[in-house]
Each structure stands twice: as C-alpha cells, then as structure tokens.
C-alpha cells in the first residue's frame, strides 16, 4: 500500500469529537445570528454611507460573519465525515428536525392568528425541503449529506496531488471567478461539495505551514483584518460617491460563501479551533451544541419569524441610532440562542429520542 492510501485509512478510522470543535459550533452559530441580527432586521438598510456614526460602523461589522459561519459548519461535516460511513439515521434525523420546526412554528403563527393559512403556504410546507436546494443552506445541505459517500469514495481514489489539483481547480472556478468576475456567480451544491473537500483534505493531509499555533494566529489575524477593511473602505467609498444604490454591497468580500475573504477568514478560524487543546471533554458544552442545528431552524425559519423576531418582538431598527444599540445588539442574540437551544434540547428529550427509539426498534433506522 502506497503512503497516499495509508494516509486515507488513517483518517478514516473512528475518532471522537472533542469540545474544541463543539465551542466552536456555539460560537459559529452565534455569529450567524449576530448576521441575521442587521441584515434580516431592516437595521442595515438604515446605514446611511453619506453620514458614517458609531452605531453604522458596529452594525458593518457586527453583522459580517453569517456566510463565513456556514463554510465553518460545512468545514466541520467534511472533517468529520470523510472518516465515517454514511447514516440514514442520521439522514432521517435531520429530515425529521426539519420538518419538525418547519410544521410546528407554521402552525403555531396560523393558530396565533400571525400568519393567513393559504394553499400555498400548505404546498411550500410540503416542499420545505426541495424547495430550499440550491436556495438556502437548509435544502442544500440535505443534498449535500446524500453525496457524501460518492465524494468520500472519490476522496479516497485520490492521491494528494490530484487532490489538491481538484481544489484549486474548484476554487478558480467558484471563488476565483464568484469574487473577481463582475456578476454573481454562486451554485450551493457545488461550493458545499468544495467546501466539504477542504474540509477532508485537512483531515488527511493538513496543512504544514499553519500546523504552529503562531501560523494559526497569524493567518487569522490577517484574513479578519483584510475582510474588515474591506467592509470599511467600501462603507467610505460609498460615503465619497455620496451613497449607495445597495448597502448590502459593504459585504462584497463576505457576502456569499464562495467569495475570498469568506473562505479565508472559515478556513483560518477553523484551523485554530480544530487544534484547541480542551484537555477533557465538557459535557456541558457538548450538550449546548447538539442543539445548533436546531437554533438555525428556529430563528431562521421562515419570512413570518424573522419578521416576528426581528421586527415586532425586538423591534431591532427602532435602536439604530441609540447609544444602547451595541447592547441590544448582544443582549439579542445572546437571548435568541439561549431561548433556542433549551427549545431544541426539550425537543431532543421529550421527542426525537422517543420517536426515534421506536423507529429503532421497528424499522431499519438501527444503523
């Protein structure tokens, strides 16, 4: 056996995950809700270039991470799963924390008399899913999770250069091309398959140049600081052209997964967390994580919540030009990630895991 396969078998045997890699989930997922937080919120169409304050400037940067946050996540499956054998448990288990969010929050804003029941609404419960795929991370991911043994059966036909000529191949086309190219050029499947690679390749092979902690630090501190000034220097460009026709333009660099700054600033974040030392596993952070997923699909989960959340509950415009924004800004997604986790973890008890043990036991759902 050639050291390209020993290299493979090595990194598809069993491992455990430590809570380095779950206190990052936490904070990746409290990233994407401090994103969610301006752009979803009315709060980032209220940044007006022309006259730049305090608040507008915390605003640019505190919502900068949401796609950074998503390549970290699928950063984490590849990891992970290019060592594992595909579940249709776990499959199903996605499938069934879906669907259980997506019915019962429907229900609970119809029943509220929140949203109007209409057939359409009904037809895109329904379709919640294949709706979503090529849309939004939820559909795509899915997706993603189905093509996992066909990309780990790939992975393991390559050697390491044909690997690495693969990803730059990719990278051109999706990163090279989605940032430098004028137009927006995206495809979710795609780049989660690329970002699923990336993933695996640095569980295979890693990467020598940031296997010190001080080459960690460094590509971290440079790939934020150069994603950060270009938030500010496009905020000030605007404010000399004397406005913008679109606001959200100021995330150019980050404002889509496969742009280069978002998959600079993933890939050095995930990099150093993955190499944390937590010395023992902290069940209690453990715990916390389990219920990431399931925060997503609360607060994400429908135009009818965001405006519920953003709008009517913390009413999160009405702070864009008090001095307490930077507060209700933590104190809001620091509240919508608690409330959510503790939602997720009593579904996780109280019905995932009842309906899934008689699944074991009568169906097939044992593996």
């Not at 995950?17 to 206190?23: A, C, G, K, V």
């Not at 609404?121 to 979503?132: C, K, N, R, T």
């Not at 086309?173 to 927006?184: A, D, K, L, Y």
């Not at 495809?187 to 695996?200: A, D």
Request: glycine share 8%; proline share 2%; charged share 15%.
């Amino acid at each position: 056996m050639n050291y390209e396969a020993t290299k493979i078998e090595q990194a598809i045997s069993p491992t455990v995950r430590n809570s380095n890699l779950e206190l990052f989930r936490i904070l990746l997922m409290l990233m994407i809700i401090a994103h969610h937080y301006v752009v979803n919120s009315g709060l980032l169409a209220c940044i007006n270039p022309t006259g730049i304050t305090k608040n507008s400037l915390f605003l640019s940067l505190y919502g900068w991470g949401g796609k950074t946050g998503i390549n970290c996540f699928i950063l984490i499956t590849g990891y992970f799963m290019c060592q594992k054998e595909f579940s249709w448990r776990k499959f199903f288990k996605l499938v069934f924390e879906v669907y259980f969010y997506a019915i019962t929050i429907y229900l609970i804003f119809i029943l509220t008399g929140y949203e109007t029941f209409s057939l359409s609404g009904i037809f895109y419960l329904i379709l919640y899913i294949p709706a979503d795929v090529g849309r939004g991370f939820v559909g795509s991911f899915i997706c993603l999770y189905l093509l996992i043994p066909f990309i780990n059966k790939m992975i393991q036909g390559l050697n390491k250069k044909e690997y690495q000529h693969l990803l730059i191949i990719l990278l051109i086309i999706f990163t090279g091309i989605g940032t430098f190219i004028p137009g927006r050029f995206y495809e979710y499947i795609g780049w989660y398959t690329t970002v699923y690679l990336i993933g695996g390749y640095i569980r295979i092979y890693g990467i020598p140049w940031l296997s010190s902690l001080k080459g960690r630090s460094f590509f971290l501190v440079l790939s934020h600081g150069v994603a950060f000034a270009s938030i500010v220097f496009i905020l000030y460009y605007y404010k000399l052209k004397g406005g913008a026709t679109n606001i959200e333009n100021i995330y150019y660099f980050v404002n889509d997964s496969n742009k280069l700054f978002a998959v600079l600033c993933s890939v050095s974040l995930f990099v150093l967390f993955k190499d944390i030392n937590t010395k023992k596993t902290n069940i209690y952070i453990n715990k916390v994580a389990t219920a990431t997923f399931g925060v997503l699909l609360i607060h994400g989960n429908s135009d009818a919540m965001r405006r519920f959340l953003w709008y009517d509950l913390l009413n999160n415009d009405s702070y864009y030009g008090s001095q307490y924004l930077w507060l209700h800004a933590i104190l809001s997604v620091m509240g919508v990630y608690t409330v959510c986790v503790i939602i997720d973890l009593l579904r996780i008890r109280l019905i995932e895991r009842p309906f899934f043990r008689f699944l074991d036991k009568n169906l097939f759902l044992n593996k």
